[in-house]
Every structure is written in C-alpha cells, then in structure tokens.
C-alpha cells in the first residue's frame, strides 16, 4: 500500500489535480450517469464520458497554467451563482430571522423571527412596509 501511494504521489507530480471546475464537472458526470439510466437515447451517456475524459484530463494535465485560468474563468462566469446559492444556504440555516425585499428599493431586511405582523423600517432608503414574521 506504501508503495503504491509512493507511485502515486510521483504520478501526480506536477500534475494540476483537482480544482472547483473539476468538481463541477464531477458533478455534471453524476446527475448525467444516472439520467442515462431513465432517459432513452444516448445524449447523457456521451455527456457522462465526455465529462469523464475532460475532468481526467484536467486532473493529469502538467498544463497547470492553463487549468488554472479555465478554473479561473469558471470561478468568474459562476461568481454570481455561487454567491446567491451561499446565500440561500445560509438564509435556511438561520431560523431566527425572515427576509424582506424592500418594495421600494429592492434592499434585503432582516428582521427577528416571530413578532407577529411588524411595520418594517428599510435601513437603506427608509420606506416602510408592513410584513407578518
Ligand atoms: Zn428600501
């Protein structure tokens, strides 16, 4: 086992590895593996083993400049949908508050959760708007 790890460590030497792209990509060839099963025709089998060969190759790859800008481009081109997504995440996981869009400047308030209806002061434009919590 020693060895093999050995061999392994050497293998990988100087090659790129894994990266946010590559586990994006991991994850397209999963859902698209098991939509090959359901889905008739043969579009998520060449989605699954083209994601396959494009993550192996970016994996091996002794490009690493070149793996890091796509990396790059991919973190920029999602910077949007990660950030909302992180967002979401850590909206559910707090219980205690609600959010509010502002109707009239779109700004997100926070409020305490549980106080019945409460009129609610925006913080940045400081319309007024009534809302249940
Ligand atoms: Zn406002």
Not at 6 to 15: A, E, K
Not at 23 to 39: A, D, Q
Request: with cysteine; charged share 25%; net charge positive.
């Amino acid at each position: 086992m020693g060895r093999f790890r050995d061999r392994l460590t050497r293998f990988m030497y100087g090659r790129y590895g894994v990266d946010q792209l590559n586990r994006f990509l991991m994850g397209i060839v999963m859902i698209s593996l098991v939509l090959s099963l359901f889905v008739p025709g043969r579009v998520f089998y060449w989605i699954t083993v083209l994601g396959i060969l494009l993550s192996y190759f970016r994996m091996f790859s002794k490009n690493i400049r070149s793996r890091s800008q796509e990396n790059n481009k991919y973190l920029q081109a999602t910077a949007g949908i990660r950030r909302s997504f992180s967002r979401m995440k850590s909206r559910s996981r707090d219980k205690s508050h609600c959010y509010f869009k502002c109707p009239s400047c779109r700004q997100t308030v926070r409020v305490p959760k549980g106080k019945g209806k409460i009129c609610i002061t925006c913080p940045k434009c400081g319309g007024e708007f009534v809302k249940r919590t």
